[in-house]
Protein backbone atom coordinates (compact mmCIF):
# COMPACT_ATOMS: atom_id res chain seq x y z
CA UNK A 1 0.00 0.00 0.00
CA UNK A 2 1.42 3.25 -1.11
CA UNK A 3 2.02 5.91 1.55
CA UNK A 4 -0.77 8.41 0.30
CA UNK A 5 -3.40 5.50 0.73
CA UNK A 6 -1.73 5.16 4.40
CA UNK A 7 -1.69 8.52 5.83
CA UNK A 8 -5.68 8.41 4.03
CA UNK A 9 -6.67 5.65 6.43
CA UNK A 10 -5.11 7.18 9.42
CA UNK A 11 -7.09 10.25 8.84
CA UNK A 12 -10.03 8.38 8.19
CA UNK A 13 -9.76 7.49 11.74
CA UNK A 14 -8.78 11.09 13.35
CA UNK A 15 -11.83 12.48 11.24
CA UNK A 16 -14.06 9.45 12.53
CA UNK A 17 -12.84 10.14 16.28
CA UNK A 18 -13.69 13.84 15.45
CA UNK A 19 -16.60 13.56 14.51
CA UNK A 20 -18.21 11.19 17.01
CA UNK A 21 -16.49 13.15 20.04
CA UNK A 22 -18.24 16.10 18.24
CA UNK A 23 -21.53 14.59 18.11
CA UNK A 24 -21.46 13.31 21.53
CA UNK A 25 -20.62 16.91 23.12
CA UNK A 26 -23.69 18.41 20.70
CA UNK A 27 -25.62 15.73 22.42
CA UNK A 28 -24.83 16.18 25.63
CA UNK A 29 -24.86 20.31 25.88
CA UNK A 30 -28.29 20.01 24.60
CA UNK A 31 -29.46 17.46 27.31
CA UNK A 32 -27.44 19.23 30.25
CA UNK A 33 -29.29 22.83 28.84
CA UNK A 34 -32.17 21.00 29.33
CA UNK A 35 -31.52 19.52 32.98
CA UNK A 36 -30.85 23.13 33.58
CA UNK A 37 -33.40 24.77 32.67
CA UNK A 38 -35.65 21.76 34.32
CA UNK A 39 -34.54 22.01 37.28
CA UNK A 40 -34.17 25.98 37.47
CA UNK A 41 -38.33 25.28 36.52
CA UNK A 42 -38.95 23.14 39.54
CA UNK A 43 -36.89 25.12 41.59
CA UNK A 44 -39.09 28.16 40.75
CA UNK A 45 -42.15 26.99 40.18
CA UNK A 46 -45.38 28.26 42.05
CA UNK A 47 -46.84 25.97 44.25
CA UNK A 48 -50.32 26.56 43.55
CA UNK A 49 -49.90 25.67 39.94
CA UNK A 50 -47.11 22.86 39.85
CA UNK A 51 -45.21 22.24 36.05
CA UNK A 52 -47.20 18.86 34.37
CA UNK A 53 -45.06 16.63 35.37
CA UNK A 54 -46.01 14.24 31.71
CA UNK A 55 -44.56 17.49 29.79
CA UNK A 56 -40.73 17.11 31.32
CA UNK A 57 -41.32 13.80 30.22
CA UNK A 58 -42.36 14.12 26.73
CA UNK A 59 -39.46 16.89 26.65
CA UNK A 60 -36.92 14.12 28.06
CA UNK A 61 -38.21 11.87 25.37
CA UNK A 62 -37.79 14.71 22.76
CA UNK A 63 -34.24 15.18 24.26
CA UNK A 64 -33.37 11.25 23.93
CA UNK A 65 -34.55 11.25 20.31
CA UNK A 66 -32.20 14.11 19.11
CA UNK A 67 -29.02 12.55 20.71
CA UNK A 68 -29.92 9.31 19.12
CA UNK A 69 -30.52 11.94 15.52
CA UNK A 70 -26.89 13.63 16.36
CA UNK A 71 -25.51 9.97 16.68
CA UNK A 72 -27.07 8.75 14.11
CA UNK A 73 -25.99 11.85 11.52
CA UNK A 74 -22.14 11.18 13.12
CA UNK A 75 -22.42 7.40 12.17
CA UNK A 76 -23.42 8.45 8.52
CA UNK A 77 -20.57 11.60 8.12
CA UNK A 78 -17.95 8.73 9.36
CA UNK A 79 -19.42 6.12 6.65
CA UNK A 80 -18.77 8.50 4.00
CA UNK A 81 -15.23 9.63 4.95
CA UNK A 82 -14.73 5.40 5.21
CA UNK A 83 -16.46 5.49 1.93
CA UNK A 84 -13.95 8.01 -0.01
CA UNK A 85 -11.18 6.80 1.37
CA UNK A 86 -11.91 3.39 0.13
CA UNK A 87 -12.67 4.42 -3.17
CA UNK A 88 -9.30 6.37 -3.06
CA UNK A 89 -7.39 3.14 -2.35
CA UNK A 90 -9.19 1.23 -5.05
CA UNK A 91 -8.50 3.64 -7.42
CA UNK A 92 -4.75 4.73 -6.75
CA UNK A 93 -4.47 0.91 -8.28
CA UNK A 94 -5.28 2.10 -11.40
CA UNK A 95 -2.29 4.65 -11.60
CA UNK A 96 0.39 3.04 -14.76
CA UNK A 97 -2.33 1.27 -16.49
CA UNK A 98 -4.22 2.37 -19.58
CA UNK A 99 -7.70 3.82 -19.79
CA UNK A 100 -9.79 3.71 -23.08
CA UNK A 101 -12.21 6.56 -22.99
CA UNK A 102 -14.33 8.51 -24.75
CA UNK A 103 -12.65 11.35 -26.90
CA UNK A 104 -11.87 12.91 -30.40
CA UNK A 105 -9.43 15.37 -29.61
CA UNK A 106 -5.81 13.88 -28.32
CA UNK A 107 -1.88 14.86 -28.54
CA UNK A 108 0.74 13.04 -30.34
CA UNK A 109 3.89 12.60 -29.33
CA UNK A 110 6.21 9.42 -31.08
CA UNK A 111 4.33 6.33 -29.72
CA UNK A 112 1.20 5.07 -31.29
CA UNK A 113 -1.62 5.80 -29.98
CA UNK A 114 -4.95 3.14 -29.79
CA UNK A 115 -8.67 4.14 -30.34
CA UNK A 116 -11.74 2.28 -31.07
CA UNK A 117 -15.28 3.26 -33.04
CA UNK A 118 -18.27 2.04 -31.39
CA UNK A 119 -20.89 1.20 -34.34
CA UNK A 120 -24.23 0.93 -33.24
CA UNK A 121 -24.91 -1.13 -36.38
CA UNK A 122 -22.88 -2.31 -39.53
CA UNK A 123 -20.84 0.00 -41.80
CA UNK A 124 -20.62 -0.39 -45.57
CA UNK A 125 -17.22 2.05 -45.18
CA UNK A 126 -15.74 3.26 -42.18
CA UNK A 127 -13.02 5.74 -41.61
CA UNK A 128 -10.94 7.55 -39.37
CA UNK A 129 -10.73 11.47 -40.49
CA UNK A 130 -7.47 12.68 -38.62
CA UNK A 131 -7.30 17.01 -38.79
CA UNK A 132 -4.53 19.10 -37.30
CA UNK A 133 -4.99 22.38 -35.25
CA UNK A 134 -5.84 24.31 -37.90
CA UNK A 135 -8.95 22.01 -38.90
CA UNK A 136 -7.27 20.40 -41.85
CA UNK A 137 -7.77 16.56 -42.63
CA UNK A 138 -4.01 15.63 -42.91
CA UNK A 139 -4.61 11.57 -43.01
CA UNK A 140 -7.57 9.25 -43.58
CA UNK A 141 -7.87 5.95 -42.25
CA UNK A 142 -9.47 3.55 -44.07
CA UNK A 143 -11.04 0.29 -42.16
CA UNK A 144 -13.90 -0.38 -44.91
CA UNK A 145 -16.99 -2.71 -43.96
CA UNK A 146 -17.70 -3.15 -40.59
CA UNK A 147 -20.31 -4.71 -38.17
CA UNK A 148 -22.02 -3.47 -35.47
CA UNK A 149 -20.15 -3.34 -32.28
CA UNK A 150 -16.40 -2.04 -30.83
CA UNK A 151 -14.02 -1.54 -33.72
CA UNK A 152 -9.80 -0.83 -33.05
CA UNK A 153 -7.69 1.13 -34.80
CA UNK A 154 -4.24 2.96 -33.83
CA UNK A 155 -2.21 6.34 -35.04
CA UNK A 156 1.12 5.71 -35.95
CA UNK A 157 3.28 9.02 -36.14
CA UNK A 158 5.65 7.17 -38.07
CA UNK A 159 4.07 4.96 -40.19
CA UNK A 160 1.46 7.98 -40.66
CA UNK A 161 4.17 11.05 -41.34
CA UNK A 162 2.40 12.69 -38.60
CA UNK A 163 4.37 15.31 -36.68
CA UNK A 164 4.18 15.77 -32.95
CA UNK A 165 0.88 18.05 -31.79
CA UNK A 166 -2.71 17.98 -31.23
CA UNK A 167 -5.34 16.55 -33.86
CA UNK A 168 -8.89 15.81 -33.96
CA UNK A 169 -10.76 12.40 -35.08
CA UNK A 170 -13.83 11.85 -36.36
CA UNK A 171 -15.12 8.36 -37.41
CA UNK A 172 -16.89 8.59 -41.16
CA UNK A 173 -19.89 5.70 -41.33
CA UNK A 174 -21.08 4.85 -44.62
CA UNK A 175 -24.63 2.98 -44.46
CA UNK A 176 -26.24 3.25 -47.99
CA UNK A 177 -26.44 6.72 -49.28
CA UNK A 178 -26.36 8.21 -45.43
CA UNK A 179 -23.23 9.24 -43.99
CA UNK A 180 -23.32 9.87 -40.34
CA UNK A 181 -20.40 9.70 -37.16
CA UNK A 182 -19.80 7.55 -34.89
CA UNK A 183 -18.42 7.51 -31.38
CA UNK A 184 -14.49 7.69 -30.78
CA UNK A 185 -12.59 6.46 -28.17
CA UNK A 186 -8.57 6.81 -27.21
CA UNK A 187 -6.40 4.96 -25.16
CA UNK A 188 -4.44 6.78 -22.98
CA UNK A 189 -2.03 6.14 -19.64
CA UNK A 190 -3.27 7.18 -16.04
CA UNK A 191 -1.22 9.63 -14.14
CA UNK A 192 -3.25 10.14 -11.54
CA UNK A 193 -6.63 10.18 -9.61
CA UNK A 194 -8.19 12.41 -7.26
CA UNK A 195 -11.24 12.67 -4.95
CA UNK A 196 -13.65 15.67 -5.68
CA UNK A 197 -15.01 15.78 -2.31
CA UNK A 198 -17.75 18.81 -3.16
CA UNK A 199 -19.15 16.38 -5.90
CA UNK A 200 -18.14 13.06 -4.56
CA UNK A 201 -16.68 11.72 -7.88
CA UNK A 202 -13.17 10.23 -8.55
CA UNK A 203 -11.08 11.94 -11.28
CA UNK A 204 -8.12 10.20 -12.96
CA UNK A 205 -5.50 12.50 -15.11
CA UNK A 206 -5.13 10.83 -18.52
CA UNK A 207 -1.34 11.52 -20.48
CA UNK A 208 -2.46 11.91 -24.47
CA UNK A 209 -3.71 15.21 -23.86
CA UNK A 210 -7.23 13.56 -22.52
CA UNK A 211 -6.89 16.18 -19.59
CA UNK A 212 -9.00 14.99 -16.25
CA UNK A 213 -11.95 12.95 -16.64
CA UNK A 214 -14.68 11.33 -14.52
CA UNK A 215 -13.48 7.37 -13.73
CA UNK A 216 -17.27 6.68 -14.64
CA UNK A 217 -15.94 7.35 -18.22
CA UNK A 218 -13.78 4.99 -18.41
CA UNK A 219 -14.68 2.29 -20.64
CA UNK A 220 -11.74 -0.15 -20.48
CA UNK A 221 -8.54 -0.52 -18.17
CA UNK A 222 -6.05 -2.55 -19.28
Do not use: C, W
Amino acid sequence: MSVQALTSQQDTGTQGADIMSSAGSAAGTIKNDFMTLMLASIQNQDPTSPIDSNEFVSQMAQISQVESLEHMRANQAMSMIMMENLGIVQSAQLIGKSAMVPANEFTLGDDTIDGKVYLESGAEELEIEIKNDQGEVVETIVLGPQDSGDIAFSIDPEELDLPAGDYEITAKVTAGEETSNADTFIKAPIEKVHFVSASGVMMAELGNGLGTISVLEISEVS
